[in-house]
């Protein structure tokens, strides 16, 4: 653990003393076909992108003080009409109280609806879990546990995604958790951030960005998609299925995302058309509705496949993708493919101060494709241990992007992600997938559950960002 956080200055000391055991220098099969390796690391001349602007309801920040919630109103607010609270943790209805309140105040705080200002309106309370029937017809329905990695806790989870397509909050309170710690403080950043989560299940956007100094919200050019896919995989020796996980970006802003999950044969990495129609059918719809428009543009953002994939993705995944348009009867947008890796081994540090470099930092060369296009992005900022960047490879790019301009969209978006007002190191729509992927195998570990053979979650939930 203490080699996996290793500040940058020591992680630059350990590389530089592995490459010096290795004798380049002296190695006689190196010598033998003529290869010389310099053991210094290679010198990059970076790009630091500009910061973004956030945008709140009527105000705009820069990102260092838009982290801070305090006084901030989300731009695009929802409020809930009618919520459920079960109380499974066992504790007095005294705290149930305490924390509801805490709840409802802060939401309160940051969510500002015109016509009143009861946000969350009729609560029913539980202690102990009710008949699921009494659950099917609320916004939203708030889980107060002792416990999260629990089968109770999954089985809650699969029968609100998945049988009563019902948004669902957990808080857990065992006496030395965040909620016992704040519930008797009122303005803790612990209840703002949980309103992030609220809002965003209900509908609604906390903060969308824009190009630095733009006073309106940043809205993408023109009808334009955004799509994360991500498979995985269950553990070896088991036989479940391995299961895709699609986000897709709702909005003019590419901020709000819908999701859906389904599984994709044994093992197998790359998305046919059969699961990409049933993944990609109903949002797309449901967008065309939304926007009164076809979307012109699609960046189709794809995690964990390697560069010999690279052109499996393009001729099944991406055709698969055109093949829903066509059977839709809508004409095909340009598609942008980027995939987006994490686990390499490449690591770059400031010099001569041997630090993490700052988010925003744009690697373009030396440690890049001589031909292709691909670059290395620090989005955010490591709060502990060296960054490891992004790489971003676009293998297709249908929509003309600028080199120039690419980087900034994805770097801008970094920081609409949902659950926390500061920049991610990942793409937001990688991100959810990775979210979705997480609750489908939620949802399959459990005995007994039968294979997915349809996309799930059914309903409206599928166009809610109930992942998060």
């Not at 290793?6 to 004798?23: C, F, I, S, W």
């Not at 190196?30 to 690391?41: C, Q, S, Y």
């Not at 393009?314 to 980027?338: M, S």
Request: aromatic share 10%; charged share 20%; glycine share 6%.
């Amino acid at each position: 653990m203490d080699h996996a956080v290793a500040e940058p200055d020591d992680r630059k000391l350990a590389v530089d003393g592995a490459v010096g055991t290795l004798n380049w220098r002296v190695d006689p099969n190196l010598a033998a076909f003529g290869i010389v390796i310099n053991e210094k690391m290679m010198r990059s001349t970076p790009r630091r992108l500009e910061f973004p602007t956030i945008h709140y309801a009527g105000r705009t920040f820069a990102p260092d003080k838009a982290r801070n919630l305090v006084q901030k109103i989300f731009i695009f607010p929802k409020a809930s009409t009618n919520a459920a609270f079960v109380n499974l943790s066992g504790c007095s209805d005294e705290d149930v109280g305490l924390i509801w309140n805490s709840i409802k105040r802060a939401y309160n705080n940051h969510v500002v609806i015109q016509r009143n200002n009861n946000t969350i309106g009729l609560v029913t309370f539980y202690t102990g879990l009710p008949d699921l029937n009494a659950l099917r017809n609320v916004n939203i329905v708030f889980f107060l546990i002792k416990e999260k990695n629990t089968v109770e806790y999954q089985r809650y989870k699969k029968a609100l995604d998945c049988r009563l397509q019902v948004p669902s909050q957990f808080i857990t309170y065992h006496g030395k958790g965040k909620a016992q710690k704040c519930m008797r403080t009122n303005a803790s950043p612990y209840w703002s951030n949980l309103s992030l989560k609220i809002n965003a299940k209900l509908g609604g956007t906390a903060f969308v960005s824009s190009p630095t100094n733009q006073l309106r919200g940043g809205e993408l050019n023109g009808p334009t998609m955004m799509i994360g896919l991500d498979v995985s995989h269950a553990a070896p020796g088991s036989d479940l299925p391995s299961l895709a996980a699609m986000s897709v970006s709702l909005d003019k802003h590419g901020a709000y995302y819908g999701g859906m999950y389904h599984a994709n044969g044994q093992r197998e990495e790359i998305v046919g058309f059969s699961v990409m129609e049933a993944l990609l059918q109903d949002l797309l719809k449901h967008w065309v509705v939304m926007h009164k428009a076809v979307p012109a543009q699609l960046y189709f953002f794809r995690d964990g496949v390697s560069e010999g994939q690279f052109q499996h993705v393009l001729e099944t995944e991406v055709k698969a993708i055109e093949a829903v348009f066509k059977n839709c009867g809508y004409k095909k947008p340009k598609i942008t493919v980027i995939v987006a890796t994490k686990r390499h081994h490449v690591r770059a540090f400031m010099h001569p101060e041997m630090m993490n470099p700052e988010r925003g930092t744009l690697v373009e060369d030396v440690a890049t494709h001589p031909q292709q296009w691909d670059f290395y992005l620090f989005s955010h900022v490591a709060l502990k241990g060296t960054a490891r960047p992004v790489h971003y490879h676009v293998i297709q790019d249908e929509i003309g992007c600028s080199r120039q301009e690419l980087p900034k969209l994805i770097y801008r978006q970094c920081y609409q992600y949902c659950r926390c007002p500061t920049p991610v190191s990942l793409h937001p729509a990688i991100y959810y997938a990775h979210l979705i992927s997480k609750r489908a195998h939620l949802a399959d570990n459990l005995e007994g559950d039968e294979q997915m053979l349809r996309a799930l979650p059914i309903g409206n939930l599928k166009k809610q960002m109930w992942f998060v």
